[in-house]
């Protein structure tokens, strides 16, 4: 297997929702890499004490954004 290459990694469709009043959010992304199948990836940006984005993996999921995924899971299952 080759190494990952960031051109052939394809965002199909994001969903994002704010998570406090810093900015913070919740983002659910489809994704393709090399027209291979599609995969949901779900990350967190915040903002850091330098001002700029960070990026995590989602990790826990308040019921808050359980529901938010709940709300999305027919569109994400029609767009994969």
Do not use: C, H, W
Request: charged share 30%.
């Amino acid at each position: 297997m080759g190494s990952y290459n960031q051109d052939k990694d394809v965002l199909i469709k994001m969903f994002e929702m704010i998570t406090d009043e810093k900015g913070s959010s919740l983002m659910l992304s489809i994704f393709s890499y090399d027209n291979g199948p599609k995969k949901l990836a779900m990350t967190r940006s915040y903002n850091k004490k330098d001002g700029s984005v960070g990026y995590s993996s989602a990790g826990r999921l308040s019921l808050m954004e359980v529901n938010f995924l709940k709300d999305k899971l027919d569109e994400i299952i029609k767009e994969m």
